[in-house]
């Protein structure tokens, strides 16, 4: 059974960093694009960042360009999202997802190409 645990989350000011993780176990977790998405209240669930099953290519939504850097360690089964520069706005519920395909070379942005998803962990960025 595949199971992903994020930590990390917590309360920050504005300009303030924190390091999101998502332990994954159950899966050949380096064989996965794994994927970070964000969901505040009343919005949405939208794509944050993926790295590739290599880590050898990322992607980043346009709002956390230059700000956030995803980030794999395939010895350790874990991704992470570094998030600088942290804004009010990105405070939302953020969760870490895996690609449904093996080994594929990029899933998209869309939550329905990730099949399975950790609980989540509160981010909130106060003014």
């Known amino acids: 059974q595949v199971q992903l645990v994020e930590s990390g989350g917590g309360l920050v000011q504005a300009g303030g960093s924190l390091r999101l993780s998502c332990a994954a176990s159950?899966?050949?977790?380096?064989?996965?694009?794994m994927g970070w998405f964000r969901q505040a209240p009343g919005k949405e669930r939208e794509f944050v960042a993926a790295?590739?099953?290599?880590?050898?290519?990322?992607y980043y939504a346009d709002s956390v360009k230059g700000r956030f850097t995803v980030s794999r360690d395939n010895a350790k089964d874990t991704v992470y999202l570094q998030m600088n520069s942290l804004k009010p706005e990105d405070t939302a519920v953020y969760y870490c997802?895996?690609?449904?395909?093996?080994?594929?070379?990029?899933?998209?942005?869309?939550?329905?190409?990730?099949?399975?998803w950790g609980q989540g962990t509160q981010v909130t960025i106060s003014s």
């Open positions: 790295i590739n099953w290599s880590g050898g290519s990322t």
């Open positions: 159950g899966r050949t977790f380096s064989s996965y694009t």
């Open positions: 997802a895996t690609d449904k395909r093996r080994r594929s070379s990029w899933p998209g942005r869309s939550p329905a190409a990730y099949d399975y």
